[in-house]
């Protein structure tokens, strides 16, 4: 499964999340589980209960300090997918006819 989120608090004082934004990617990175981060979200790949209590630990984390926080959350999820975080971006490379690197 993929899953695309994105957390920031909306009571910063300032236009900058990114010190919050960095103190969840520190616990993404620590869980070991396979991740990009944009600009704009990042995405994880595993399975629904641990990514779940992942974003859920994220969660606490910022509501210890801010009284608000937007979050979303998009899921893909796809019987007997392998790979996905890679994979998918692989198959359209393919397709347009580019070489993949591995």
Partial sequence: MLFQF????????????????????????????????????TIIEGEWQPVMDLINKARHKLRKRHSRLYI????????????????KIESVEKRLGRKVSK
Avoid: C, Q
């Avoid at 999340?17 to 990009?36: M, T």
């Avoid at 979303?72 to 994979?87: E, M, Q, W, Y």
């Fill in 6 to 41: 994105t957390i920031f608090p909306t009571d910063n004082k300032g236009e900058s999340a990114s010190k919050a934004v960095s103190e969840v990617i520190d616990l993404i990175d620590k869980s070991g589980f396979p991740y990009k981060t944009s600009s704009m979200s």
């Fill in 72 to 87: 979303v959350i998009a899921v893909d999820d796809r019987k007997k997918a392998k790979h996905r975080l890679t994979g």
